[in-house]
């Protein structure tokens, strides 16, 4: 089955820093993968998503980069704002199994 | 857009009592997905839907969880009856397909507390 996991449960940055948030996927035959931000008390909410075929993938302030050889992806947040303090979810999706696997989580604080 | 709508947004219960929760997808969208998610097991799968049939329940927790989707417009997760391990955030979230590169969205959730 599918496993996805995140190397840090928190990462705690000054703001103005980059972050990097990191997960490892353990299905080689994952295809997609996005990453989720979720606040307190609210949904996970959609950043950027990212299709095996590519390597990088930017976006406004964040960017996701695949490593499928090493089965690892990453979220890198660019001058990282108070508001940016959530937890963040990586997902995997095998289109053979055709839903999402979450990771655990991240949670990312961002002091001021 | 108003997104995935879930209700009821808070519900507190007694041990035993059945619950319903409710989700209304995004118009369009023909994969609707049951996620419950708790601090030990993070977001887990319950089921998922797609044009109204369910797809894949195997993770459904046990008999007590039962899911219907009448119609494309709405969906309801009911458990009876209800435990206090069952007390969790349950998300429902919806998609324009089960497949790679169709964005999952997700309602803002359904937290229950079984007493």
Redo the contacts between chains.
């Keep these: 089955g599918e496993s996805v996991g995140l190397h840090l449960p928190t990462l705690s940055v000054q703001e103005g820093d980059n972050s990097i948030i990191n997960c490892a996927y353990s299905n080689s035959a994952s295809?997609?993968f996005?990453w989720?931000k979720q606040e307190s008390g609210?949904?996970?909410?959609?950043i950027i998503?990212i299709?095996s075929n590519m390597d990088k993938r930017q976006g406004q302030r964040v960017t996701v980069l695949l490593n499928k050889t090493v089965k690892h992806l990453s979220l890198q947040i660019a001058a990282t704002q108070p508001g940016d303090s959530a937890v963040y979810?990586c997902a995997a999706?095998n289109?053979g199994?055709?839903?999402?696997?979450?990771?655990?989580?991240t949670m990312l604080l961002v002091s001021p | 857009d108003a997104g995935?709508i879930q209700s009821p947004r808070h519900e507190v219960t007694e041990m035993g009592q059945e619950v319903t929760l409710r989700c209304k997808p995004i118009s369009g969208h023909n994969s609707l997905?049951w996620y419950r998610q708790t601090m030990m097991r993070?977001?887990e799968?319950l089921i998922?839907f797609?044009n109204n049939v369910p797809?894949?329940d195997s993770g459904m927790p046990e008999d007590r969880f039962s899911a219907k989707m009448p119609n494309a417009s709405f969906s309801t997760l009911k458990i009876q009856p209800s435990e206090p391990r069952d007390s969790a955030v349950y998300?429902c979230?919806s998609s324009t397909g089960?497949?790679?590169?169709n964005?999952?969205?997700?309602?803002?959730?359904s937290w229950l507390t079984v007493v």
């Design positions: 295809d997609y996005i989720y609210k949904g996970p909410q959609f998503d299709r979810f999706l289109s199994y055709s839903t999402l696997t979450f990771g655990k989580g | 995935v997905f993070g977001l799968l998922y797609n797809i894949d998300f979230a089960h497949s790679s590169g964005t999952i969205y997700f309602g803002e959730g």
